[in-house]
């Protein structure tokens, strides 16, 4: 994500219960800014327990029942609100094994532009998500941590002159009553809930594709002409990033949305990149070279999350720094094969002097910082996450050489696919791949803020220049 108050506590769940699929149907009305859903999940329960406990903030849950071992038990609700999370009491022991949560709720569709949100434009109003860090509970009842990465069945039922995207690619369209459809989109790869995407609007797409996978962009009628850069930089970032990665691109489309209001300046929902419209949309006919590098740049730095991010996600918040320092890592190298004269070297130079001056301060922080709210948690998104890390990372590539850090990346993500993985997942798989102490390397700039000081002094000894380095 490239980035407003941020609640000041909520709650980790135990790992006791496990969402393994949702099944989710929601109804938003934006005439009325308010939306209805109902929700399956499939649980792995690991051991038998009382109660259950989601994240749900700001829903009003009607019904909750739970499937298990053939028999139905109806669960009491109890929200709270302080700990963003919602207690279901069964009243009894609920068994070891697999279950089926249903669940009722509603929601308003808030002006927050976060959660399940109203943007609109001078002529409408339109539905849309951003659920990075811990807002997918404001939409619906979930396990809203990154570790709990589980398949997303999802169906909008929405107006009939509107349109719906998603994650994944839409399956079937069915006509409803009272003039609405119901879209259904296919299930998804295993996902974290923040992630998921759900629009609702009028939406008008330019469509290519790169390497057989579809590509879409996709604005807000009347602006289909200004999607054309971003549609040919997307083609050309996707085919660079699958050779890069020796991974094809995991999902079965990719949707770049602009959305009138958006805080984020891009958020990597999975197949389904949401931007802020200015930095997705540009007239290629008058655009100067700077507006290019920047809508690019977005571009670039969205997809590799796919990869480093959506394909592998870090198993906590204290870990995004391996997300958002890889994704700006790699945002400038299928640019500078794209378009070498805009020498983004020098953006690079310039990239890491800002990071070294950010980290001289007396308040600067370590890049894995321990969270816990979502206020600590938002607040991690900073040029230490993005500058400092991508400079780091540089500084590995430099000394591992770039094949060899390409192909131990590539061994990475292809032992990690679908799951989750800490720093010390990285750095040891990285080590193991390269045959070099990338753990030590790694941990030592990770895990101490600031850089290295260095103190050179040079003497002569006869004809000989030496040079001490101490630090």
Request: negative net charge; glycine residues 6%.
């Amino acid at each position: 994500m490239l980035l407003l108050a941020i609640p000041l506590s909520a709650a980790r769940l135990g790992e006791r219960v496990v969402p393994k699929r949702y099944v989710l149907q929601v109804t938003p009305d934006l005439s009325r800014e308010t939306f209805a859903g109902e929700e399956s999940i499939d649980l792995q329960i690991g051991e038998p327990v009382t109660t259950l406990r989601l994240h749900a903030l700001d829903l009003a849950l009607s019904a909750a029942t739970l499937l298990v071992g053939g028999e139905t038990m109806a669960l009491t609700v109890s929200p709270e609100p302080v700990s963003e999370t919602v207690m279901l009491d069964a009243g009894r022991l609920i068994p070891a094994g697999p279950a089926r949560l249903q669940l009722h709720f509603e929601g308003k569709l808030n002006q927050e532009l976060r959660g399940f949100y109203v943007s609109r434009t001078e002529k409408r109003k339109y539905a849309v998500t951003q659920f990075e860090a811990t807002d997918a509970r404001r939409a619906f009842p979930c396990f809203d941590e990154p570790s709990f990465k589980a398949v997303y069945e999802i169906s909008l039922v929405i107006d009939s002159r509107d349109s719906a995207i998603s994650n994944a690619q839409m399956i079937s369209d069915t006509p409803g009553r009272r003039g609405k459809h119901t879209v259904r989109f296919a299930p998804t790869p295993p996902i974290s809930s923040y992630l998921v995407a759900m629009l609702v609007g009028d939406f008008r797409c330019l469509k290519g594709s790169s390497d057989d996978i579809p590509i879409r962009v996709c604005t807000t009628p009347g602006q289909e002409r200004l999607a054309r850069f971003a549609l040919d930089t997307a083609q050309a970032v996707l085919h660079y990033d699958n050779v890069y990665f020796g991974i094809r691109y995991p999902f079965a489309k990719l949707d770049l949305i602009g959305i009138p209001d958006f805080q984020a300046g891009a958020m990597e929902n999975a197949g389904a990149i949401t931007f802020r419209e200015s930095f997705l949309l540009l007239d290629d006919a008058t655009a100067s070279t700077e507006d290019r590098k920047l809508v690019a740049g977005v571009i670039a730095h969205e997809i590799a999350h796919m990869w480093f991010g959506d394909l592998v996600t870090m198993k906590w918040w204290d870990d995004i720094w391996l997300n958002e320092g890889f994704a700006t890592l790699m945002t400038r190298r299928p640019l500078e094969a794209w378009h070498p004269e805009w020498r983004l070297d020098l953006d690079a130079v310039n990239q890491t002097l800002a990071a070294l001056a950010t980290d001289s301060r007396q308040s600067t922080r370590k890049i894995r910082t321990g969270v816990e709210t979502p206020r600590e948690i938002f607040s991690l998104f900073d040029g230490i996450a993005y500058g400092k890390t991508a400079s780091v990372l540089g500084m590995i590539e430099e000394w591992l050489g770039p094949e060899v850090f390409r192909k131990s990346i590539s061994q990475y993500l292809t032992r990690y696919a679908w799951n989750n993985a800490s720093a010390e997942d990285f750095w040891s798989s990285m080590a193991q791949s390269s045959g070099q102490p990338v753990d030590t390397v790694m941990r030592s700039f990770v895990e101490q803020p600031g850089a290295p000081l260095l103190h050179i002094t040079e003497r002569c000894e006869g004809e000989q220049r030496l040079l001490e380095v101490s630090q």
